[in-house]
């Protein structure tokens, strides 16, 4: 299988939900074919993973995918240019449940599983996952897949640091058709919400409770904040 033609449709996927929160995803091939044998399920989730990481920690300098292959592997790497980890962050990425910054709110949901999984992944694979970060100059992960059984070599088709527009030279422009592009400025104008909107939801749901205590009409019952921050009545509630 084309790894290559995979990573492709996972960006296409991920393009109007980046666009909704004003960031844009560029996607870089060197030359082919990146075929491997692997279990699409499996990689799909873990280049999702990727992708949905470095979009939540994203800045305006957005995100930059990059796949080569050599002889012996393929390389995909996700580079994001935001708050960047510490060293001691990086050591910690994997860990189940481990967020980089727990006292910030997640935009796109999620378990705290998804980077821990992804490496689990990469691994049965007989590849790697491996991160690199720094304060203020963002985070870059870079999965690697053997092609043959001789392994993955020495040599891997990628850096795992990639300087902004390193790709250009070395690989080209991936294009995504007009509708997928469109669909971003609609969805930024409908996602975009202040960050005191979920505060103020909470504060209203909470309004309701004790109108319903007062026979005001309101029903009483649990209310949580899900992942867009509304408040729902019953139930439970969550890099």
Known sequence: MDVGDL???????????????????????GP???????????????VRNLLSNAVEHASQAGVEV???????????????????????????VFD????????????LGGTGLGLSIAREDALLHDGALEVWGAPGQGASFRLLLPRTSEGLGKNPPLPLVLRQGASRTSASLVEFS????????????????PRHRSRRRHREACDAIRRAGDGSGARPGGVFLDSDGRSRAGGRRRR
């Open 66 to 92: 990059a796949v080569a292959s050599n002889r012996r592997g393929v390389a995909v790497l996700v580079r994001d240019y935001g708050v960047g980890l510490t060293t001691q962050q990086v050591d910690r």
């Open 178 to 193: 007009a509708a997928v592009t469109a669909a971003a400025p609609h969805t930024t104008r409908r996602r975009r919400r």
């Open 96 to 107: 189940r449940f481990w967020r980089a910054d727990a006292a910030r709110a997640r935009t």
């Open 32 to 46: 082919g074919p990146h075929t491997a044998s692997i279990d699409r399920p499996r990689v799909g989730r873990i």
């Open 7 to 29: 990573v492709r449709d996972e960006v296409e996927a991920m393009i109007p939900v980046a666009g909704g929160l004003g960031i844009t995803l560029t996607m870089r091939m």
